[in-house]
C-alpha cells in the first residue's frame, strides 16, 4: 500500500512558474514508477510526465514537453514536477501517482496503469 500527497498548487501568472512536490509514504518508494496526470473542470484526466523507478527515463505529453520536467529524490521519498511557461491551458488539478516498476513503465499514459493516486492539488493559470 502507497500513500501519496501532492503539494505546491496555487495561482500563477500566465508564463509564471510552479514546482509541485509528491510526498510517498507507505511501501518503499523506490521501485516505483510515478506520474503526474491533471484533469481540468469537464474533462478527462490527461497523462503529464512519468519518470522510471530511478529517475533516468523520463517521458511526457506533447503539450508539455519542454515546459515541464518530473524529477524525483528517492532518499525523500518525493517526485516533483518543475512547470515552467505555465498557460491558461494548463489550469487543472495534478495528481500524482504510482505504479511498481516490477508491472508498470514510464511509459504508460492511462490512468488505469496506475495503482495509486494523490488528492490532487489545484494549479490556476490567470491569462
Known amino acids: 500500500q502507497v500513500q501519496l500527497v501532492e503539494s505546491g498548487g496555487g495561482l500563477v501568472q500566465a508564463g509564471g512558474s510552479l514546482r509541485l512536490s509528491c510526498l510517498a509514504s507507505?511501501?518503499?518508494?523506490?521501485?516505483?514508477?510515478m506520474g503526474w496526470f491533471r484533469q481540468a473542470p469537464g474533462k478527462e484526466r490527461e497523462f503529464v510526465a512519468a519518470t522510471s523507478w530511478n529517475g533516468g527515463s523520463t517521458y511526457y505529453t506533447d503539450s508539455v514537453k519542454d515546459r515541464f520536467t518530473i524529477s524525483r529524490d528517492n532518499a525523500k521519498n518525493t517526485v516533483y514536477l518543475q512547470m515552467n511557461s505555465l498557460k491558461p491551458g494548463d489550469t487543472a488539478v495534478y495528481y500524482c501517482?504510482?505504479?511498481?516498476?516490477?508491472?508498470?513503465?514510464?511509459?504508460?499514459?492511462?490512468?488505469?496503469?496506475?495503482?495509486?493516486w494523490g488528492q490532487g492539488t489545484q494549479v490556476t493559470v490567470s491569462s
Open positions: 501517482a504510482a505504479t511498481t516498476a516490477y508491472s508498470g513503465s514510464y511509459r504508460n499514459t492511462r490512468p488505469v496503469d496506475y495503482d495509486y
Open positions: 507507505g511501501r518503499t518508494f523506490s521501485r516505483y514508477v
